[in-house]
């Protein structure tokens, strides 16, 4: 699985949007980015995935560059609970599901 | 919601004694992993089972973690020796069969072990 870099923090005003910065420049054609966040002292939650194109559901959006050597996670009204640390991952969509997790980002959101 | 189980939640074992862990994953999900974090870095791969097999330990300390899935169902992770390194969040994930098309890994809680 290819390697991720992210930000370690970022800081958000509530109610605004976060967005999530994510590098995978060796990423290979069949990979996909999938993004987990983990809030304090539980498990990593998933939340998106996507391969090409940009992708939304209910939790957020993933806009995925041309050439797909970078990717951004879009929090669109951020609130208190989303305060968490954001795992971008990336990895082949078969196979099972050997995760690799870097350090992730920390966000922080404020009143 | 289905949920994948472990416990304990939390444990507090001496050093040099035995330590197991015990997860249940989503029904009907066939993949289950056990990983390893250590406060303040992300989630470290410990062993991967497809049923009842071992598809991937290389990242597991053989001489005193063992892990076993013997119906493919539920799962342990036992640590015998504990050793003070070994505090951390042990936390158990599981998946549908490889090739579906919602891959995804669902967490549980975590067990939080703390060696004294």
């Known amino acids: 699985d290819a390697k991720t870099t992210q930000p370690p923090s970022m800081d958000c005003a509530e109610g605004r949007a976060a967005n999530l910065p994510c590098n995978h420049s060796t990423i290979s054609g069949n990979e996909y980015v999938y993004w987990y966040r983990q809030i304090h002292s539980q498990g990593p939650q998933y939340i998106i995935h996507?391969?090409?194109n940009n992708e939304t559901n209910e939790m957020a959006s993933l806009i995925i560059t041309e050439d797909r050597k970078s990717s951004t996670l879009i929090l669109p009204h951020a609130t208190l609970r989303d305060t968490a640390v954001y795992y971008c991952i990336v990895r082949v969509n078969t196979g099972g599901f050997k995760t690799i997790f870097g350090a992730g980002t920390r966000l922080f959101v404020k009143a | 919601e289905a949920e994948v189980a472990q416990s304990p939640r939390y444990k507090i074992t001496e050093k040099s004694q035995a330590v197991a862990f015990w997860c249940d994953p989503i029904?009907?999900?066939?993949?289950l992993y056990w990983y390893r974090q250590i406060l303040g870095q992300g989630p470290e791969l410990l062993v991967q089972f497809q049923d009842e097999s071992v598809v991937d330990d290389s990242q597991l300390p053989k001489d005193r973690f063992s892990a076993e899935r013997l119906k493919g169902v539920d799962s342990t992770l036992k640590i015998q020796p504990a050793e003070l390194g070994d505090s951390a969040m042990y936390l158990c994930a599981s998946s549908p069969s490889p090739g579906q098309a919602n891959t995804e890994a669902f967490f549980g809680q975590g067990t939080r072990l703390t060696v004294v």
């Open positions: 029904s009907g999900h066939a993949t």
């Open positions: 996507g391969l090409k």
